[in-house]
């Protein structure tokens, strides 16, 4: 079996949503599993009326409208969706009269958008002649814990969902993104979750292979919308794959390798434009390679938080009673740098962290600066090749960037440097021109020898340090 995952894009629309169906009808000797998205723009549609709603009754027209359009195009029964429609109907209507949202009642809004395009991708593929089902993941055994917003499968889904899978004798079309708990309540596995439900499925089956089919022609050199002579990568290893995504190359979710590892399945990310494209095939060892930097990704929004203390040197156990504060909060730390007498934090600075901040203030002096990004150039060569973080440095000092914070450890996969988040597409796009763009690629990328004897360069090099 393989799992074949159509993110928003791909599904679109009616004509991206027949060409899925020709993917999927091309494969059927492969026993395809199918995993979507919501169209296109529907969960922030759902996300921005949710919290309308606190402010007042607000209409489902536009959700209703966008698929009505995609059920027209198709030639399918306008009505196909009016249950779910209704329910989502009451569902505001709820959230108006109480005014208030928990993150349990978001999850459920959230949910409508996948449990839309399932039935509508299920009912587009039977027009094209394709026996096909629409599931929803939870009705096939996939219960999570109650962490919503961020939701991660119970051990036990995986036997369940695999048993359910295997049954069923038409292609399933499930609905990615969305789970259960114990109690019944629906939750989601957090933004771009798709693609981990798509993981979640594979191992569920032991699937051959998990395709994340997407609008890019697989994992790039860096995000094509920002460097737009980024270039895809044939092969790259779980590791390498687990930091780009962690540090924000949104073209797979950072879980999705997780159950893949623990199954041994390769995942294949590839372009539903351009489906002859071999895209990015991710395996738990990649083949070793001249390049040390294999990619370059981005984070924004991140606060840095520096904590002073001047008695922490006569004080063991400072650290572990710093971290149990964000620890208790439920603050994912993301970077962190240390001094003798500084700890500097990253974390994400679209969550509330005042009440963390006000009790490390009882310890230590806090001081909380926004708008600040990560840049992370990941590759395994990166440990062979020290050389690589000096040229970081070089470039990004002659880009004039300043950096705030840098992490590398000798075994670590990638280097970080975090800057301000005014600066991060100059980054990124110097750092690709650096270890990408430049020609003889036979030369390690190490620091570049600057010529003694081009006294015009070495002018033109002070003049832009001022
Ligand atoms: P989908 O809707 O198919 O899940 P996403 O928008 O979540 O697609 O992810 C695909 C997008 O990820 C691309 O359009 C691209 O802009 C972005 N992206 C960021 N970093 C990378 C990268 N290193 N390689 C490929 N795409 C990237
Ligand atoms: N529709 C969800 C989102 O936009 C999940 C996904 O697309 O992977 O975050
Ligand atoms: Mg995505």
């Known amino acids: 079996m393989i799992v074949m995952k159509f993110g928003g894009t791909s599904v679109a629309d009616a004509e991206r949503i027949r060409t899925v169906a020709a993917l999927v009808g091309a494969r059927l000797d492969r026993r395809p599993v199918v995993v979507v998205s919501a169209h296109a723009g529907v969960t922030n549609l759902l996300l921005d009326l949710a919290h309308r709603a606190l402010k007042g009754p607000t209409p489902v027209a ?91 499968p119970l051990e036990s889904s995986y036997a369940e969902v695999g048993r359910a899978l295997r049954k069923m004798k038409s292609v399933p079309v499930v609905t990615g993104f969305i789970g259960k708990d114990r109690q019944g309540n629906i939750t989601t596995l957090g933004r771009g979750g798709s693609d981990f439900s798509a993981s979640i499925l594979g191992r569920a089956v032991g699937a051959e292979e998990i395709q994340i089919w997407t609008d890019v022609d697989g994992v790039m050199t860096s995000d094509p919308k920002i460097c737009p002579r980024s270039r895809s990568l044939d092969v790259m290893s779980f590791a390498e ?88 909060h439920e603050v994912v730390i993301d970077m962190v740098a240390t001094s003798e007498v500084t700890v500097s934090l990253t974390t994400d600075g679209r969550k509330d962290i005042g009440p963390v901040i006000e009790e490390v203030r009882e310890i230590a002096e806090v001081e909380v600066e926004k708008n600040q990004a990560v840049v992370c150039l990941v590759g395994e060569g ?62 390690p ?6 010529s003694a004897k081009n006294p015009k360069a070495a002018n033109k090099r002070k003049a832009l340090r001022k």
Do not use: W
Not at 408 to 432: G, I, T, W, Y
């Open 62 to 152: 536009e959700v209703r409208d966008r698929h009505r359009r995609i059920l027209d195009e198709l030639r399918l029964p306008p009505d196909l969706l009016q249950e779910e429609m209704d329910d989502l109907r009451s569902l505001m209507k709820g959230i108006s009269l109480v005014g208030e949202l928990t993150p349990r009642s978001l999850d459920c809004i959230l949910s409508f958008g996948e449990r839309f395009s399932a039935r509508v991708v299920a009912a587009a593929f039977r027009t094209e002649g394709l026996a096909a089902e629409a599931r929803d993941a939870y009705d096939l055994g996939l219960v999570t814990d109650s962490r919503f917003g961020g939701a991660v």
């Open 241 to 328: 794959a687990s930091e780009l995504a962690y540090y924000g190359a949104r073209v797979v979710h950072p879980a999705t390798m997780i159950p893949a590892v623990k199954a041994g399945i390769p995942i294949r990310v590839l372009n539903t434009y351009r489906p002859d494209h071999p895209g990015t095939v991710i395996l738990a060892k990649s083949p070793r390679s001249r390049q040390a930097v294999k990619s370059i990704a981005y984070r924004t929004h991140l606060s840095l938080i520096t904590v002073t203390s001047s008695r922490m040197l006569m004080q063991p156990g400072f650290m572990a009673k710093l971290f149990d504060v964000f620890g208790r």
């Open 382 to 443: 990166i440990r062979r090749q020290p050389g690589t973080v000096a040229a970081a440095f070089d470039t990004l000092r002659d880009a004039r960037v300043g950096l705030r914070m840098v992490s590398f450890a000798a075994s670590n996969v990638n280097v970080s440097v975090l800057l301000p988040q005014k600066d991060v597409e100059r980054a990124v796009r110097a750092l690709h021109a650096r270890f990408f763009e430049e020609e003889a690629p036979s030369k």
């Open 445 to 450: 990328a190490g620091p570049r020898r600057r």
